[in-house]
């Protein structure tokens, strides 16, 4: 009933003067019940969520067209400057001052008063305010909470703007055995639409979501390890205080050798716990797994000939725009600086994406990996690379490159130790061939 929302919900107007017909009509406030009621109507008939739902056209009726649905209080402003006269969204009392400080004034939305604070201090004024039985704004939510898995509702009420007729989340019977849940949220991120890529929490929690069932994959696969009932013991035999100073020394840059049977029993956890962490795409664990990696293929394939940086320019670059863009056919339209921004930043995805077909572009073109012509650096035998992002948040590779039949480095130092080698000569000339310089106003000698 539209009573009951006056005991939750109140609309206070703060002014020279009080509301007229024509401030109400600009207010957020107002209810349309017209097209509540035609909402509703299709909620019922399209969402399979919504179909036992009774909409009551005698409550939606009572909502007032011309005003808020909910209580009205007035709170006149003690300035004494013309209501004429000041600014539409200007409701400061203080005209500001001829003589003396010019003071800023910034208005937040917590307060001046909590800049200083510190978190626990917050806190603690927070749990006053309960203990003292204030009022205060509660969110409800269910007893139980969701499960990520084996809930084929939980994307739809989670995103119910994306899914708006409840169907088609991660996990329903219909894709059940015929795409994986991973799969399925790409073919998402790659609707013609580009909803659920320019939606601003779809990505991120469909990607957490991912990271969370792989470090439970990974502590599953511990449990059922027949040494799990030693690891469990020694997690509950570890001394705190040893495995605090461990942190510590690492977190400084330190690099701790285990001395004593407490320091081993830690560091033997942490071994443990590594099963964990190398399924979770992007944690510690993970990156430490890709640098032994590397290091066995160095062991196996010596040392790389290349290490190469590769940074695509994606801020005004077409085919990064076309992926950003909701256009489904390709045309290299001339954007200005603000529209490829606006774009570009508002589309998380149409960057990964982006930055995805030029390195694999990179690869098999010019390195010549999976092609029948050789690379521009020579016939590639191996590489491996790694993603990292830049300080404006942009993608960026970091490649180790091997070719067949390149020099050890040994080799390429008894060449340039010998006076008479050839390789010597061409490596000289090389080097002076990429720093050149010239004069301008002469050649050298006039100069």
Sequence with gaps: MIEELDEVLAFIYTGQCQPTAEDFKQTL???????????????????????DLCISYENLNLYPEDGPPVVVDYHKSSGERDFEAVAQNDNDV????????????????????????????????????????????AIGHDQHPQSIYHNPSLYPKMFPWLFPYGLGGIGSMVHKGKILTLNHKGHLLMYHDKRFQTGPHFPLIAFNHEQIKESTTGGSLLSERQSFPIVAGQLLNLNPDVLSDIAKCMSDGERVKPQTEEEKACFQVIHDLDHVGKHVEGSITNRKFMRNEIWS?????????????????????????????????FSPTIHSLDECYQLIAN???AGAQFFHFMVETFIEHVLGVGKHHRGVYGNTSAYYGTVEQQGRLTLHLHLLLWIKGALTPQEIRDRIMDPNSEFQQKMVEYLESVHQGEFLMGSIEEI
């Design 29 to 51: 406030l107002l209810v349309h019940r017209n097209k509540v009621g035609k909402a509703l109507e299709w909620l019922k008939w399209n969402h399979i969520g919504y179909k």
């Design 94 to 137: 203080e005209d500001g001052t001829s003589t003396g400080a010019c003071p800023f004034v910034v208005h937040s939305l917590t307060g001046e008063q909590f800049i200083t604070k510190s978190l626990k201090a917050l806190i603690a004024i927070a749990m006053d305010h309960m203990d003292k039985n204030r009022k205060i704004l």
């Design 297 to 329: 293929m160095i062991s196996f394939m010596g040392a790389p000939s290349w290490f190469i940086t590769f940074s695509p320019a994606d801020n005004r670059h077409p085919i990064h725009l076309y992926f950003a863009d909701t256009k489904e056919r």
């Design 347 to 349: 589309n998380p995805v």
